[in-house]
């Protein structure tokens, strides 16, 4: 149930519209838009069935969501959602743009890989310490070790962390190390671990199962929410099809389709979704202008070496070259995006 208020209610008319829920167990969430607040009903709604709701001062309107997914449906918000990723927020004006190895293969890759997303204007840093592979003798990340050099490499370089977790049994080390706990294609259906990671205070980077609809996607989220983590950041990756010639088929589709059905913040994954460098660019292009609120790209000091996904990664030269590419199409879309300096990206690691 969604109650949204007038025009003129005072801050006393939402609290006591809240209370008078929340007295019958129900919770209650509240979002400020610029002209009218949302409060949803996060409950059993049928104990609101019969309270007088449209007689409180204050109420507009009240709605039921007849969507299978109601926290993370666009009407349960005022507006779009901001997920602020330590300090920077995903969701509103800028594009936001995270990049990193696939895996943190040691120290010093890490820690270049993250002076070179900062010095190209990149706003976030991402690399695997937990990999799920699809052979069990590839590479599998360094697991506790890769939390630690992610920490490591947040600290020298201030930004925020994104990192996969890929069992319950790991949430609280990553929660621990990372700033955003990205849950991977392969787990988007984990609903052991979507709760548990709904019951830590970290945002979610959500990235869409290989075989699932826009519509498993959006209620993965709520499993998420409904432990009352709202900081769900959902994103395109790409799916299978019979085709072949890319690594997945990147469904450009569901960015704006995303757009219209939630409030939540969406990006796109061009890196997973082609699987070849030379089709980051323009799959990066058709995200931004497909409406993505940002971008997570793969890069890596030497991508010939790379221990996982060398093919689709990006070395540090391309990366900046790539940001700066961006940029037009970002401007068209209404976005800002501040491409960094010029400084040599491979800046001499030095502890
Ligand atoms: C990754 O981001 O490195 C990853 C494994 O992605 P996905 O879950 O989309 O395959
Ligand atoms: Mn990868």
Do not use: W
């Amino acid at each position: 149930m969604i109650i949204v208020t007038t025009l003129d209610a005072t801050p006393d008319d939402v609290d006591r519209i809240r209370e008078r829920v929340e007295s019958l167990g129900l919770r209650t969430h509240l979002s400020r838009g610029e002209t009218h607040t949302v409060i949803g009903c996060i409950g059993d709604e049928e104990k609101l069935d019969h309270l007088p709701l449209r007689s409180l001062p204050g109420v507009a309107h009240v709605h039921r969501v007849m969507k299978p997914f109601k926290l993370a449906a666009r009407e349960f918000a005022a507006g779009p959602s901001r997920v602020s990723m330590g300090d920077v927020e995903v969701g509103g004006q800028d594009l936001v743009v995270i990049a990193g190895p696939c895996s943190v293969e040691g120290e010093e890759m890490i820690l270049e890989s993250a002076d070179a997303v900062r010095a190209a204007g990149g706003k976030g840093l991402r690399g695997g310490a937990f990999k799920p592979r699809t052979s069990p003798y590839s590479f599998n990340g360094l697991g506790v070790r890769g939390l630690e050099l992610l920490a490591q490499a947040r600290e020298r370089s201030g930004l925020p962390v994104v990192t996969e977790v890929m069992d319950t049994r790991q949430v609280q080390d990553v929660a621990g190390h990372a700033d955003v706990l990205q849950v991977g294609a392969r787990n988007m259906q984990n609903f052991a671990l979507l709760t548990e990671v709904g019951r830590v205070h970290r945002p979610v980077l959500l990235k869409r199962g290989m075989s699932s609809t826009i519509r498993d996607l959006l209620l993965a989220a709520e499993y998420v929410m409904k432990q009352g983590n709202m900081d769900v950041i959902l994103c395109e990756r790409g799916i299978r099809t019979f085709e072949t010639a890319t690594r997945n088929t990147f469904d450009l589709a569901a960015i704006p389709v995303l757009k219209a059905e939630t409030h939540l913040p969406v990006i796109a994954d061009p890196s997973h979704a082609g699987g070849r460098r030379e089709l980051v660019a323009p799959l990066s292009f058709a995200a931004i202008a497909a409406g993505a609120d940002g971008l997570m790209v793969e890069i890596h000091p030497e991508p010939s070496q790379a221990l996982s996904d060398g093919d689709q990664s990006l070395d540090f030269d391309e990366f900046r070259e790539f940001m700066v590419g961006l940029q037009p199409f970002a401007a068209a879309a209404g976005r800002r995006l501040s491409v960094g300096d010029r400084t040599p990206a491979r800046a001499a690691v030095t502890g």
